[in-house]
């Protein structure tokens, strides 16, 4: 994996651009994905549900500890994230598509799920958070473009984003996408049913 020019995914016509205009574009990465086709979302989300989440001893350690100093500074508390401080972009997003995913999975909340991009949220005291996944051409085949986007949440929000981002580019996106990435490698032992949960909509 590695990270791509944000130019590059700003010229793409991702339905992404459109919802979160607001939002402040950190990093974009790429997973390469050989023998992937452009509408495998739902089938590489599935393969990562099978494989957890966070499955690196790193990566596991930064988000114990992201969320004890959440616990101390009460920056997940009830009420200062979605649908409390800020209201979710499903909102933005047509009523189709804003009923298609469930919107209660897990920890970040699907925005939205097509064939060939994906958006999922978060917020707390500190910022609204967006991360964009999109299948984008290679020169064999193609691959998972991963973007995210965030919106602080004035002064705290700013200086947490700059304490975090140091972690967040060189060590757990990183470590994160090496495990997207063999997700995609070992998808043989798992087989294809990528759609089976009916995440992949039209």
Known sequence: MYQRPASEHLQRPWLVHGIADDFTLEDVWLVPAPGSSPTDMARFLALLKRRGEHSTAVVRFLFAARWKLGKWFGWDRSGSGLDGRVASLR?????????????????????????????????????????????????????????????????????????????????????????????????????????ADGTAQG
């Open 91 to 195: 909102e933005r997003v047509s009523p189709e598509l804003r009923a298609a995913p469930d919107p209660s999975s897990g920890l970040l909340r699907p925005v939205y799920v097509l064939p060939t991009e994906m958006a999922a949220e978060t917020a707390n005291a500190t910022v609204h958070g967006v991360m964009h996944c999109g299948w984008v051409p290679t020169g064999d085949g193609y691959g998972l473009e991963l973007a995210v986007y965030t919106k602080p949440n004035g002064r705290l929000g700013r200086i947490y984003m700059a304490f975090i981002r140091p972690f967040r580019r060189f060590i757990v996106w990183p470590a994160m996408l090496r495990e997207w990435a063999r997700a995609w490698e070992d998808r043989a032992d798992v087989g294809d049913e990528g759609d």
